[in-house]
């Protein structure tokens, strides 16, 4: 059973930055994708970011540029550095991994951009 425990949610003000942070445990294999995912009031989840274990990366356009998905495999961590985030921003973030066939996901985040 992997549990995932993020940290680095909080309020910040339109055009800041906040790092996310998530730390897997439980697996001893390495963890083939880690990702972020949201979910904005109102609305669905959605896919942020994610990165396989041999460096690949898929990001939703409307954060392309601003964040930047990075891991540890090592460690089975990864982050999420947002920069100049944006209202459209506020959300719970979600950390996913996916092992052998399974999604993983931690109690997620919040983050709030005030305008």
């Known amino acids: 059973q992997v549990q995932l425990v993020e940290s680095g949610g909080g309020l910040v003000q339109a055009g800041g930055s906040l790092r996310l942070s998530c730390a897997a445990s439980?697996?001893?294999?390495?963890?083939?994708?880690m990702g972020w995912y949201r979910q904005p009031p109102g609305k669905q989840r959605e896919l942020v970011a994610r990165?396989?274990?041999?460096?690949?990366?898929n990001y939703a356009d409307s954060v392309k540029v601003r964040f930047t998905i990075s891991r540890d495999n090592a460690e089975n961590t990864v982050y999420l550095q947002m920069n100049s985030l944006k209202p459209e921003d506020t959300g719970v973030y979600y950390c996913?991994?996916?092992?052998?066939?399974?999604?993983?996901w931690g109690q997620g985040t919040q983050v709030t951009v005030s305008s």
């Open positions: 996913n991994a996916f092992l052998y066939g399974i999604d993983y």
């Open positions: 990165m396989a274990s041999g460096g690949s990366t």
């Open positions: 439980g697996s001893p294999f390495r963890i083939s994708v």
